[in-house]
């Protein structure tokens, strides 16, 4: 798709990204940035970055690559259905299912099994992701969300840009946390030197705030709660190893720390979307969908109880 737009004065002395996002041209205003980046865009034939702020008669040229195709295929994949109507269904995926096919995982997604489960599911946004309003990283299991039509995705969407959806998960972390509960506050992004990673290493720092509140300890590890008011990348992961506490199994933000826990090799970070609130987006109603503790989290947790039980340590 090629496009050719000159700047009005009413709209000048705006960034480029801002401005290209407002005239409707159906892309995000990510997928832009990486078209400006990627030096697609241009402005008066030079190559701009996304934060240059546009001028009175500049030419900007795009000529968008189409995306590369996905064949998405509905693959039987079990799901564990917390709820259905005719708007929404919620979810519990389990530990290492990715959301949505990208690079490397064009199979055994959710949205794969959803495909095979439901015909009809909102295509708001990109084709690869019907119905997801929000995401889980692969590891990570619980509630998960998902619109049937494009008025509950665009709700429900809202209520989470607003952050006025309720969050609830819980971890168990490395060693023995003193205090009983607290909230970190810390300003966070994608780090500077690997781009994979999010830390306070960053040009872009971002507030981000958790609570937490400690249910059980024990000798190596701690069992929490822990409520997000804001959704980074990573964040609840970074937070708790800010606290010199990570995530037990948590290879990225961890280290080697807790990657064994009485003698046991844990697999995956052990973290959990327990329970999610929201106004629902056709009855106006506020609900709660809650989700069980996987196995492997929960045979964890009978595991170290056992072990407190035996004459280690404890502290309820």
């Known amino acids: 798709m090629e496009e050719a737009i000159i700047v009005a004065h009413k709209e000048a002395f705006q960034r480029i990204d801002h401005f290209l996002i407002k005239k409707g041209l159906g892309i995000s205003r990510t997928r832009i940035q990486q078209l400006i980046k990627g030096g697609v865009v241009t402005v008066n034939l030079k190559s701009v970055k996304p934060n240059y702020k546009v001028h009175p008669m500049d030419r900007i040229l795009l000529d968008i690559p189409p995306r590369e195709k996905m064949d998405i295929s509905p693959e039987e994949i079990p799901l564990e259905i917390l709820f259905e109507d005719d708007h929404i269904l919620a979810v519990n995926k389990p530990p290492n299912m990715v959301v949505h096919p990208a690079p490397g995982n064009y199979s055994g ?51 989470f840009k607003a952050r006025k959806i309720s969050k609830t998960y819980f971890a168990i972390v490395a060693g023995k946390m003193k205090k009983g509960s607290g909230k970190v506050t810390l300003s966070i992004g994608r780090d500077r030197l690997e781009r994979k990673k999010i830390s306070t290493r960053t040009v872009r720092p971002r507030e981000s705030i958790t609570e937490y509140k400690v249910i059980r300890r024990f000798p190596q590890a701690t069992f929490i709660e822990l409520k997000p008011h804001t959704g980074r990348t990573h964040q609840i992961r970074v937070h708790m190893t800010y606290l010199d506490h990570p995530i037990v199994g948590d290879k990225v933000y961890g280290g080697r720390r807790g990657l064994f826990v009485n003698d046991i090799k844990i697999d995956r970070h052990m973290l959990h979307a327990g329970k999610l609130g929201f106004i629902h987006p056709s009855t106006l109603q506020y609900m709660e969908i809650t989700a069980p503790i996987p196995k492997d989290m929960e045979d964890l947790l009978e595991i170290l109880c056992l072990s407190a039980l035996s004459g280690q340590d404890y502290e309820p």
């Open 109 to 159: 997604t959710l949205v794969n099994a959803l495909l095979f489960y439901f015909n009809e599911l909102s295509r708001v946004g990109r084709p690869e992701r019907p119905g997801i309003i929000h995401r889980l990283d692969k590891e990570t299991s619980g509630v998960i969300v998902v619109a049937k039509t494009e008025a509950a995705h665009n709700e429900l969407s809202r209520q």
